[in-house]
Every structure is written in structure tokens, then in C-alpha cells.
């Protein structure tokens, strides 16, 4: 049978699984590092690929790969095809005046404006964002910025044989897909098309982008002819890797917290808390992130003295609700709400209930319950959700899961751990190559399902009305 690849370049390394194309079955992988920073030499992506791939046996008996990365990075060519100063970041922050600028340059209604435009109300991450900073800080490498593109539309190039002294060819030959353009600023997921005057007011010209392929259309051919699929922003190839589909909500439990929707229609939230993006395979992805997750689970299992297996195996003794101890967890500020000072807190506390087994329960559900109003803002937009796919390296805790089910009140299915956007990218592939989606499934997904505990949810939206700021001098 033939063999597909599928990459994921992140912000912290590149990993590259070769799979079956009609099973699945996962043969070989192969992983290396990427620099630290905010700020990045594309080259150093492309060694990396070169390092991961070679770790995975190669190409040469590949039939068709393709490229998940991570969104929103802003990649300058200038007319030879060369990178015009490195990549800033998706966590870059210099950009964070520039989109508040851009808000309010649309006047009073700016965030609906840009909501109803682009899905999405403009922040730091974004690609438009990051060119009106390189506009008003760097003009000259502004002016010599000819193309601009994507981290993934960047390595698909790259494997078709293009690169630094490509010229005018060359830039044409550049692609990218909806979910990745989504994340730009200057791009319609409701429309399907770039905004030229989005691009005109951040930069002051316009360059060239990407061409956009259709879910199933290839970029091309590596040189050992391999079809390069269209690749994926990040979430849009987890999605693929878990196969989501409308109905389904994918919430992402790591360092941050996600939970994004496959929905049928395009979404728009003019407060910010939705970003209405799009999939990859002709749906949509609103989606809605929290700053606080794993690391709260961490901090707690370390006040307890534990690791977090008995963390879970203590919060699993405590009964729904932690007899009323609640945990809000703004550790480290929130984005939903939109609380950057806030700190967390912990309410409810009496002599009966202050115990290990409650706080680790408190914390855990915390967690689900702030995620739970990322959830919220979703349903917000008209999303409809039938089951939860949780994801991440707090999926494994039973406790986690227990809690998402009965927060959320929905069942909730937990795939096997792996390299979701990796694997989202490599099924990408097999049906560039086949003309169809497979229908990849290795049987080891568990299914959970709990009381729904609306009772749990409202004691702690109570808690977080009135979050702890820091204290002034």
C-alpha cells in the first residue's frame, strides 16, 4: 500500500509520521528541534524538516506528504524569493499596539467591523497585525516585501523545490489552505477571498499571497515526486487528525487551554473571545482559547506534594462539586474572559472542606469550568455541539475527563495520545492522494460519560465574577 507523511512544524520542533495510506497504521516518525524565541529564521524550519524527515526514513517511498503548522506567523519574501528579515511569531507581542490600532482605525464599531470581515477581531497574533508593525517600525524591509506568506505555505515551497533566487516563478508557486488564511486578518472566511484593502492599509502595498487550494488539491510534487497536499494551520490538522466533524467540539488541555468547533457556517464575534476561522475541509473552526491549564494541575499537584497520577487519584476520591471549595484558576491572567491582571483564587474554604482530596478536586474542575466558558462563547456564535473530543497531556487524567463530561454535559471521547496535528496532516495527504478522506480508526478511543453538574458550573461562574487582581502599592 503507499506511504504518506504528514509534519507538524511547531513552534518548538518539527515531527514528521509516515502512515499507511488506508490503514493508518503508523510505520515510521521522526522528530528535531526548533530554535527558541518569538522571532525565527525560516531556514531553521527547513533544517529541522530536513533533520525529522531523515529520522523518519525520508521521502523517497513516499506518495504524498503534507505540512500542518503552526498559525499566524508572518514570513517576508522579497522579489528573488528571499526571507526579508525572520519570521516573527505567532507569540511575538510587538504587534499588540498595531491590532489595537487597527480597531480603532475602523471607528466606533471596530471590532463588529472586523468580525463580520474576517471572523475574527484583530490581536498580536495575526498576520496583519505583525505587517503594520514591520510597516511602522522596519519601512525599508517593508518596501522590499514582494510575497507574503504563511510558516506552512513556506515549507510546502520549500518541497516543491523552491527557495531563496526563485524569482517571480517561483513566488507564484506559492499555496495555502483556508484554515491557515483564516488566521491572517486579511482573508474572508465567510467570503472565501483575500481583502487587497486590508493589506494596502496595514503595509501600504499590496504583495503577493498565496494562491488557495481546495481541501483535496495538491501543491505540486517534492523532487522524488511525492504530492505535497495543501497543508493546515495547527488546529485545523488536530481537528483532521482526530476526526472531528460538525457536532463535534475539540477541547486541547496543555500548557493553554482550546476548544474549537467543526461547524457548518461561518461564525463572527465581535467581543473578541471567538476567533471565527475556518477547517480544512470546507467547514468552519470558531475557536476560543484560555491562558491557564495544565500548569495549574502542575502548581497544585506540587503544593500537595504529589504527582499528578495521585493528584488524580485524589480529586477522584472527593465528590462532584469539592463540597463547595472552588478553584478559579487565572494563574497567569485569562483570555476568556478577557482578564490579562487578573490572578486566581480560591473560594468556598471552611474547616470541613479544606482538605488534599477536595483542593485537587477543585482544581480539576476549575480547569473544566473554565473551559467550559470558552465553551460557552462558541454556543454564543451559534455553535451546536453534540460530544467533546479531548485532547492534550490532561486527557489522560480520569479525573479531567470526568469532569469536561459532566461540566459540559456532553459525553466526551478521548482518542488515543499522539501527534494529532502530524497525524491530521498525514491523513490530509492520503486523500490528496486518494480523493477521499480515510476513514482512519485504531479502536482505542474511550468514551465517557458523567452526571451533567450545572450545579458545579454555576458555583464557580459565582466565584469568577469577581477575580483577584494584583495588589497595588
Request: proline share 7%.
Amino acid at each position: 500500500m503507499p506511504l504518506v507523511a504528514g509534519v507538524d512544524s511547531s513552534t518548538q520542533s518539527c515531527k514528521v509520521v509516515i502512515r499507511d495510506a488506508q490503514s493508518g497504521a503508523l510505520l515510521r516518525e521522526g522528530t528535531a528541534r526548533h530554535p527558541a524565541g518569538t522571532e525565527v529564521d525560516p531556514e531553521a524550519w527547513w533544517t529541522a524538516l530536513q533533520e525529522a524527515l531523515a529520522a523518519a526514513g525520508g521521502l523517497a517511498d513516499v506518495a504524498a506528504v503534507s505540512v500542518g503548522g503552526q498559525q499566524h506567523g508572518m514570513v517576508c519574501l522579497d522579489e528573488t524569493g528571499a526571507v526579508v528579515r525572520p519570521a516573527l511569531l505567532w507569540n511575538d507581542v510587538r504587534s499588540a499596539g498595531a491590532a489595537e490600532q487597527m480597531v480603532a482605525d475602523a471607528g466606533p464599531d471596530g471590532a463588529r467591523y472586523w468580525a463580520d470581515s474576517t471572523g475574527s477581531v484583530p490581536v498580536a497574533a495575526f498576520t496583519a497585525a505583525k505587517l503594520r508593525w514591520l510597516a511602522e517600525n522596519e519601512p525599508d524591509n517593508a518596501a522590499r516585501t514582494a510575497a507574503v506568506c504563511l510558516p506552512h505555505d513556506w515549507l510546502s515551497w520549500r518541497l516543491a523545490g523552491y527557495g531563496p533566487g526563485s524569482g517571480a516563478e517561483g513566488l507564484a508557486a506559492l499555496t495555502t489552505d483556508r484554515s491557515d488564511a483564516s488566521g491572517t486578518g486579511y482573508w474572508s472566511p465567510a467570503n472565501g477571498e483575500y481583502l487587497p484593502e486590508v493589506l494596502k492599509q496595514v503595509l501600504g502595498h499590496v504583495p503577493l499571497l498565496p494562491r488557495l487550494l481546495g481541501p483535496l488539491e495538491a501543491a505540486g510534487r517534492t523532487p522524488s515526486g511525492a504530492l505535497i497536499g495543501p497543508g493546515a494551520g495547527d488546529n485545523a490538522a488536530a481537528g483532521l487528525g482526530v476526526a472531528a466533524g460538525v457536532g463535534d467540539v475539540v477541547v486541547s488541555i496543555g500548557t493553554s487551554g482550546t476548544v474549537f468547533a467543526v461547524a457548518d457556517a461561518p461564525t463572527s464575534d465581535a467581543t473578541g473571545l471567538v476567533a471565527g476561522f475556518a477547517d480544512a475541509t470546507g467547514h468552519y473552526l470558531p475557536l476560543a482559547c484560555t491562558l491557564n491549564a495544565s500548569r495549574v494541575l502542575d502548581a497544585t499537584a506540587a503544593m500537595l506534594g504529589v504527582d499528578l497520577h495521585e493528584l488524580t487519584r485524589l480529586a477522584l476520591s472527593a465528590p462532584a462539586g469539592a463540597q463547595g471549595l472552588v478553584l478559579v484558576p487565572y494563574f497567569e491572567g485569562e483570555r476568556t474572559p478577557n482578564l490579562p491582571d487578573a490572578t486566581g483564587s480560591l473560594h468556598g474554604v471552611t474547616l470541613a472542606n479544606f482538605t488534599p482530596a477536595n483542593l485537587a478536586r477543585a482544581a480539576v474542575e476549575g480547569i473544566a469550568c473554565s473551559l467550559a466558558d470558552g465553551f460557552a462563547a462558541l454556543k454564543d456564535t451559534g455553535v451546536d455541539a453534540q460530544r467533546v473530543i479531548l485532547v492534550g497531556g490532561a486527557a489522560r487524567s480520569e479525573a479531567v475527563q470526568q469532569s469536561i463530561a459532566a461540566v459540559f454535559g456532553l459525553p466526551v471521547t478521548v482518542p488515543r495520545p499522539g501527534e494529532y496535528v502530524a497525524d491530521g496532516a498525514a491523513r490530509q495527504a492520503a486523500a490528496v492522494l486518494t480523493g477521499d478522506w480515510p476513514a482512519w480508526n485504531d479502536g482505542t478511543s474511550t468514551v465517557v460519560a458523567a452526571d451533567p453538574a450545572p450545579e458545579v458550573l454555576a458555583r464557580y461562574r459565582q466565584a469568577a465574577v469577581t477575580p483577584t487582581l494584583p495588589a497595588t502599592r
